[in-house]
């Protein structure tokens, strides 16, 4: 590789991380690869993502062809010799149709397509420490709260027909109760769940 090209592949790299960067990568980003084969095709050629996931393009083409990904506007990975790679982050929602600069007039073009990102769900509620109180009450421990969520105690006689019978803002993330009114039922089921 020629000085000028190390020059352009820096200057392009630098270009992407600022793009990829440009918002906190994402807890639960993936990662995809797509390849540039041998036949001049990205592969895979069409991809859905998330926002925050990350796409690297590598060079596959072991006829030593370079081959670059390019979306005007976007991105462009400057070209890549065999085994070369380019990573980037997508910040963003939106269909991206990008091309090899060469080799698209063969049918070398790709899409991503970015969905929003899925919210992750909080860890569920789990209730332990179960303790019969003198006088009947009934007591137990929720551990797993996330600080500021609203949760739903419920209570049951049938583990069909359920009733609501506390709803509380976490401010840790354990928290005992108390069911005063368990000495009226024979038996009496419990559950949590978080609001959303």
């Known amino acids: 590789m020629n000085k000028a ?9 630098c270009w992407l991380h600022v793009f990829a960067f440009c918002v906190e990568q994402s807890a639960t980003a993936t990662d995809y690869t797509v390849e540039m084969t041998s036949d001049w095709k990205f592969s895979p ?25 390019v979306c005007a506007g976007y991105w462009n990975s400057g070209m890549l010799d065999i085994d070369e790679s380019a ?11 990008y091309r090899d600069s060469t080799f698209y007039i063969f049918g070398m073009t790709g899409t991503i397509v970015v969905w929003p990102a899925t919210p992750t769900q909080p860890t569920p509620a789990t209730l332990i420490d179960p303790l019969q109180l003198q006088g009947g ?5 929720l551990s797993n709260l996330v600080v500021g969520a609203t ?4 209570a049951s ?3 069909v027909n ?13 928290e005992n109760f108390v069911d005063n009114e368990a000495t009226a039922f024979g038996r ?7 609001q959303p």
């Open 137 to 141: 009450a009934f007591q137990f421990t």
């Open 45 to 69: 050629a069409h991809l859905e993502i998330q926002v925050g996931d990350i796409v690297t393009w590598v060079n596959h083409d072991w006829s030593y062809y370079l081959h670059d990904s």
């Open 157 to 159: 006689t049938n583990l």
């Open 188 to 194: 009496r089921f419990y559950r949590s769940w978080h």
């Open 87 to 97: 990573r980037l982050m997508f910040p963003v929602t939106g269909t991206f149709n």
């Open 162 to 174: 359920w009733s609501g019978i506390s709803t509380n803002i976490a401010s840790s993330s354990v």
């Open 151 to 154: 949760y739903v105690i419920q």
């Open 5 to 13: 090209s190390y020059l352009i592949n820096i200057i392009t790299i």
